[in-house]
């Protein structure tokens, strides 16, 4: 049985072996690879990531990745990179 911290450090490996983690083949895959109870139908009718797995993977990752807005996806922390987890 997979649990929330499986799903959330195959999303780190991913990022740590990819350099990027795009949302919607993050969201695809987790449906695939560990089942629905890790993702949900959004307002807008879209497959989106469960919150305990952002919660999770939030708190596995630290300060070691962000969020990148406009892109919809997840990388490495780098020097470029403003003060918290979400970039613009």
């Keep these: 049985m997979k649990s929330t911290k499986d799903v959330a450090q195959w999303m ?3 990022i ?4 990027y983690l795009e949302q919607g083949v993050a ?9 629905d109870e890790f993702v949900y139908t959004n ?7 469960a919150n305990k797995v952002l919660t ?3 708190k596995l990752s ?16 780098q020097e470029h990179h403003y003060p918290g987890r979400q970039q613009d």
Excluded at 27 to 35: A, M, Q, R, S
Excluded at 43 to 49: E, V
């Design 16 to 19: 740590q072996q990819n350099a």
């Design 43 to 49: 307002n807008n009718g879209n497959l989106a990531i």
């Design 27 to 35: 969201v695809y895959t987790i449906h695939e690879k560990f089942g």
């Design 56 to 58: 999770a993977f939030n």
């Design 62 to 77: 630290g300060d070691s990745v962000v969020w990148l807005r406009r892109d919809k996806a997840w990388v490495p922390r």
């Design 12 to 14: 780190l490996n991913e």
